[in-house]
Protein backbone atom coordinates (compact mmCIF):
# COMPACT_ATOMS: atom_id res chain seq x y z
CA UNK A 1 0.00 0.00 0.00
CA UNK A 2 1.13 3.70 -0.69
CA UNK A 3 1.95 5.89 2.03
CA UNK A 4 2.56 9.56 2.15
CA UNK A 5 5.90 8.93 3.29
CA UNK A 6 6.71 7.86 -0.36
CA UNK A 7 6.60 11.66 -1.50
CA UNK A 8 9.04 12.68 1.49
CA UNK A 9 11.84 13.13 -1.32
CA UNK A 10 9.74 15.60 -3.25
CA UNK A 11 8.98 17.39 -0.35
CA UNK A 12 12.67 17.46 1.05
CA UNK A 13 13.63 19.20 -1.96
CA UNK A 14 10.91 22.19 -1.78
CA UNK A 15 12.32 22.81 1.65
CA UNK A 16 15.89 22.49 1.15
CA UNK A 17 16.31 26.71 0.17
CA UNK A 18 14.55 26.78 3.06
CA UNK A 19 16.86 24.60 5.33
CA UNK A 20 19.84 25.94 4.09
CA UNK A 21 18.29 29.44 5.00
CA UNK A 22 18.00 28.43 8.64
CA UNK A 23 21.51 26.66 8.59
CA UNK A 24 23.02 30.16 7.30
CA UNK A 25 21.51 31.60 10.30
CA UNK A 26 22.85 29.50 13.04
CA UNK A 27 19.76 27.67 14.16
CA UNK A 28 19.73 23.99 14.65
CA UNK A 29 18.21 20.97 13.99
CA UNK A 30 17.35 20.31 17.85
CA UNK A 31 16.04 24.18 18.20
CA UNK A 32 13.50 23.02 14.83
CA UNK A 33 12.45 20.03 17.02
CA UNK A 34 11.26 21.97 20.40
CA UNK A 35 9.38 24.64 18.52
CA UNK A 36 7.40 21.85 16.22
CA UNK A 37 6.83 20.20 19.92
CA UNK A 38 5.61 23.32 21.43
CA UNK A 39 3.93 24.10 18.69
CA UNK A 40 1.74 21.04 18.79
CA UNK A 41 1.36 21.26 22.48
CA UNK A 42 -0.10 24.22 22.27
CA UNK A 43 -2.44 23.61 19.14
CA UNK A 44 -3.10 20.28 20.64
CA UNK A 45 -4.75 22.34 24.13
CA UNK A 46 -6.58 24.94 21.99
CA UNK A 47 -8.47 22.22 19.93
CA UNK A 48 -9.65 20.09 23.16
CA UNK A 49 -11.62 23.67 23.47
CA UNK A 50 -13.37 22.47 20.35
CA UNK A 51 -13.16 25.69 18.21
CA UNK A 52 -14.32 24.87 15.00
CA UNK A 53 -11.76 27.78 13.07
CA UNK A 54 -8.73 25.46 14.37
CA UNK A 55 -10.05 21.87 13.51
CA UNK A 56 -10.81 23.63 9.81
CA UNK A 57 -7.11 24.87 10.08
CA UNK A 58 -5.83 21.60 11.48
CA UNK A 59 -4.77 20.28 8.15
CA UNK A 60 -2.60 23.36 7.69
CA UNK A 61 -0.96 23.38 10.85
CA UNK A 62 -0.32 19.48 10.34
CA UNK A 63 1.84 20.35 7.10
CA UNK A 64 3.32 23.12 8.81
CA UNK A 65 4.63 20.53 11.45
CA UNK A 66 5.50 17.80 9.03
CA UNK A 67 7.78 20.29 7.16
CA UNK A 68 9.59 21.50 10.56
CA UNK A 69 10.01 17.32 11.23
CA UNK A 70 11.16 17.56 7.50
CA UNK A 71 13.97 20.74 8.57
CA UNK A 72 15.29 19.05 11.57
CA UNK A 73 16.00 15.75 10.07
CA UNK A 74 17.63 18.03 6.52
CA UNK A 75 19.80 19.79 8.98
CA UNK A 76 20.91 17.67 11.45
CA UNK A 77 21.92 15.23 7.63
CA UNK A 78 22.87 17.64 5.37
CA UNK A 79 24.87 20.18 7.79
CA UNK A 80 26.13 18.08 10.23
CA UNK A 81 23.53 18.68 13.02
CA UNK A 82 23.59 14.71 14.08
CA UNK A 83 23.77 14.44 17.98
CA UNK A 84 22.35 11.71 20.71
CA UNK A 85 20.52 15.08 21.96
CA UNK A 86 18.69 15.12 18.34
CA UNK A 87 17.66 11.94 17.94
CA UNK A 88 15.97 11.47 21.12
CA UNK A 89 14.41 14.70 21.05
CA UNK A 90 13.40 13.64 17.19
CA UNK A 91 11.87 10.28 18.27
CA UNK A 92 9.98 11.79 21.43
CA UNK A 93 8.73 14.84 20.01
CA UNK A 94 6.89 12.82 17.51
CA UNK A 95 5.11 10.98 19.92
CA UNK A 96 4.34 13.71 22.25
CA UNK A 97 3.26 16.16 19.47
CA UNK A 98 0.97 13.23 18.07
CA UNK A 99 -0.02 12.61 21.46
CA UNK A 100 -1.10 15.95 22.18
CA UNK A 101 -3.07 16.66 19.06
CA UNK A 102 -4.93 13.47 18.54
CA UNK A 103 -6.49 13.81 22.06
CA UNK A 104 -8.66 16.58 21.37
CA UNK A 105 -10.75 14.19 19.52
CA UNK A 106 -11.71 12.59 22.78
CA UNK A 107 -12.99 16.02 23.86
CA UNK A 108 -14.90 16.60 20.84
CA UNK A 109 -16.72 12.96 20.79
CA UNK A 110 -16.11 11.08 24.30
CA UNK A 111 -17.77 8.17 23.36
CA UNK A 112 -15.30 7.66 21.05
CA UNK A 113 -12.38 8.15 23.61
CA UNK A 114 -11.43 4.23 23.94
CA UNK A 115 -11.03 4.03 19.93
CA UNK A 116 -8.94 7.57 19.68
CA UNK A 117 -6.86 6.32 22.87
CA UNK A 118 -5.88 2.76 21.61
CA UNK A 119 -4.81 4.68 18.04
CA UNK A 120 -2.07 7.28 20.32
CA UNK A 121 -1.35 3.82 22.03
CA UNK A 122 -0.53 1.49 18.94
CA UNK A 123 0.40 5.04 16.97
CA UNK A 124 3.34 5.33 19.83
CA UNK A 125 3.74 1.36 19.10
CA UNK A 126 4.59 1.82 15.70
CA UNK A 127 7.28 4.06 16.47
CA UNK A 128 8.75 2.01 18.70
CA UNK A 129 8.58 -1.02 16.29
CA UNK A 130 10.51 1.84 13.71
CA UNK A 131 13.10 1.53 16.30
CA UNK A 132 13.73 -2.11 17.30
CA UNK A 133 13.89 -2.37 13.55
CA UNK A 134 16.97 0.09 13.97
CA UNK A 135 18.16 -2.04 16.39
CA UNK A 136 17.73 -5.25 14.64
CA UNK A 137 18.67 -4.36 11.17
CA UNK A 138 20.57 -0.91 11.98
CA UNK A 139 17.77 0.58 9.42
CA UNK A 140 15.26 2.72 11.10
CA UNK A 141 12.09 1.73 9.10
CA UNK A 142 8.91 4.01 8.19
CA UNK A 143 6.86 1.48 6.95
CA UNK A 144 2.94 2.44 5.98
CA UNK A 145 0.41 2.23 5.69
CA UNK A 146 -0.16 4.46 8.36
CA UNK A 147 3.15 5.75 9.29
CA UNK A 148 3.50 9.14 10.87
CA UNK A 149 2.72 11.46 7.31
CA UNK A 150 -0.11 9.05 6.67
CA UNK A 151 -1.43 9.62 10.23
CA UNK A 152 -1.22 13.61 9.91
CA UNK A 153 -3.01 13.11 6.61
CA UNK A 154 -6.14 11.06 8.05
CA UNK A 155 -6.19 12.89 11.45
CA UNK A 156 -6.00 16.24 9.35
CA UNK A 157 -8.56 15.41 7.46
CA UNK A 158 -11.19 14.19 10.08
CA UNK A 159 -10.51 17.87 11.59
CA UNK A 160 -11.67 19.60 8.71
CA UNK A 161 -14.29 17.80 8.22
CA UNK A 162 -15.31 18.51 11.73
CA UNK A 163 -14.48 22.02 11.52
CA UNK A 164 -16.81 22.62 8.24
CA UNK A 165 -19.70 21.55 11.16
CA UNK A 166 -20.23 17.96 10.13
CA UNK A 167 -20.63 15.71 12.86
CA UNK A 168 -19.22 12.31 13.12
CA UNK A 169 -19.85 12.19 16.64
CA UNK A 170 -21.47 8.70 16.09
CA UNK A 171 -18.90 7.51 13.59
CA UNK A 172 -15.47 8.94 15.00
CA UNK A 173 -15.06 5.77 16.99
CA UNK A 174 -15.26 3.22 13.98
CA UNK A 175 -13.29 5.58 11.98
CA UNK A 176 -10.49 5.58 14.45
CA UNK A 177 -10.86 1.77 14.83
CA UNK A 178 -9.74 1.52 11.14
CA UNK A 179 -6.45 3.65 11.66
CA UNK A 180 -5.58 1.37 14.73
CA UNK A 181 -6.03 -1.57 12.90
CA UNK A 182 -3.72 -0.12 9.80
CA UNK A 183 -1.30 0.99 12.38
CA UNK A 184 -0.77 -2.49 13.91
CA UNK A 185 -0.35 -3.38 10.00
CA UNK A 186 2.66 -1.00 10.39
CA UNK A 187 3.85 -2.65 12.95
CA UNK A 188 4.36 -5.94 11.40
CA UNK A 189 5.79 -4.56 8.37
CA UNK A 190 8.27 -2.64 10.28
CA UNK A 191 8.94 -5.48 11.95
CA UNK A 192 8.48 -7.79 9.08
CA UNK A 193 11.34 -5.90 7.10
CA UNK A 194 13.77 -5.44 9.68
CA UNK A 195 13.72 -9.47 10.03
CA UNK A 196 14.07 -9.64 6.35
CA UNK A 197 17.31 -7.52 6.39
Not at 88 to 109: C, H, K, M, Q, R
Request: one cysteine or more; hydrophobic letters at 55%.
Amino acid sequence: MISVYDLKSRFQDLLRPICKGLAERGVTANQVTLTALGLSIFYGALLCFNISALWLALPLFLFIRMGLNAIDGMLAREHNMKSKLGMALNELGDVISDTALFIPFIFYAPAAGYAVAAFIFVAALSELCGLLAFMMSGTRRYDGPMGKSDRAAATGILGFIIGLGISLQSTLGIIFIFLTLLCIWSCVNRLSAALKE
